[in-house]
Every structure is written in structure tokens, then in C-alpha cells.
Nanobody, 124 residues
Framework: VQLQASGGGLVQAGDSLRLSCSSE???????MGWFRQAPGKEREFVAT????????DYADFVKGRFIISRENAKNTVHLQMNNLKVEDTAVYYC???????????????????WGRGTLVTVSS
């Protein structure tokens, strides 16, 4: 499945952004995840959602601020980012891994499909 992330941009601290990750193929069989990579740092887990969208998991640093969701009929996954902080500045990537019902995956090494990232810059 080929993935394309979009929706990044330059915002101020406290603002919101909604990222989208779309595919030309069905994403129904896939557990989906969002990751990010800040300059000079390793790529890190942000959020993941199960195939049906009923189970979600988040990195501690985004809990209560970010929401991951999916629209399987549109082959799209979203990341709603609220109350953005300067430290959220990074390139955000979406990823996919075939999985089973109810499964979420936080480990970066388990994903085998990656999209091009979208840059989010948060200014103070």
C-alpha cells in the first residue's frame, strides 16, 4: 500500500493541525501508525490505530492533545493535533502493517509500509 501524508505547515504554539495519510488502495487490512522525526533525532512513535478504528494507542507526550482516526471507506488516516508545542516540530510519517482485529503497533521496526512525510513546524 502506497501512502502519502499531507496537512503539515507552519503554525504557532497552541494552534491545531490535522494531518492526513491517504492511499490509493484499501487500508482495511492494515494497522496504521503515525511517527515523527525531529531534526537530529531518531524517528519516534506518535500514535497507532487498529484496523477497525476501535483501539488506539498514543505516546505519552501526545496523550490528551492528539487524536488518531481512520476512514476506511476513504482509505485515509488522520492525526488531529491540538495545543501544539514547539517540541512537536518534526516531519510526520504514516505507516502501515497488516494486522489482526484489535491490534495496534507502536514499534517502528514492525512497520513495513511508509509514506513520505509532511513537515510540521511550530513557532513560539
Amino acid at each position: 500500500v502506497q501512502l502519502q501524508a499531507s496537512g503539515g505547515g507552519l503554525v504557532q504554539a497552541g494552534d491545531s493541525l490535522r494531518l492526513s495519510c491517504s492511499s490509493e488502495r484499501t487500508i482495511v487490512p492494515y494497522v496504521m501508525g503515525w511517527f515523527r522525526q525531529a531534526p537530529g533525532k531518531e524517528r519516534e512513535f506518535v500514535a497507532t490505530i487498529s484496523r477497525g478504528g476501535t483501539v488506539r494507542d498514543y505516546a505519552d507526550f501526545v496523550k490528551g492533545r492528539f487524536i488518531i482516526s481512520r476512514e476506511n471507506a476513504k482509505n485515509t488516516v488522520h492525526l488531529q493535533m491540538n495545543n501544539l508545542k514547539v517540541e512537536d516540530t518534526a516531519v510526520y510519517y504514516c505507516a502501515a502493517k497488516e494486522g489482526v482485529t484489535g491490534q495496534t503497533i507502536a514499534s517502528i521496526n514492525r512497520y513495513d509500509e511508509w509514506g513520505r512525510g509532511t513537515l510540521v513546524t511550530v513557532s513560539s
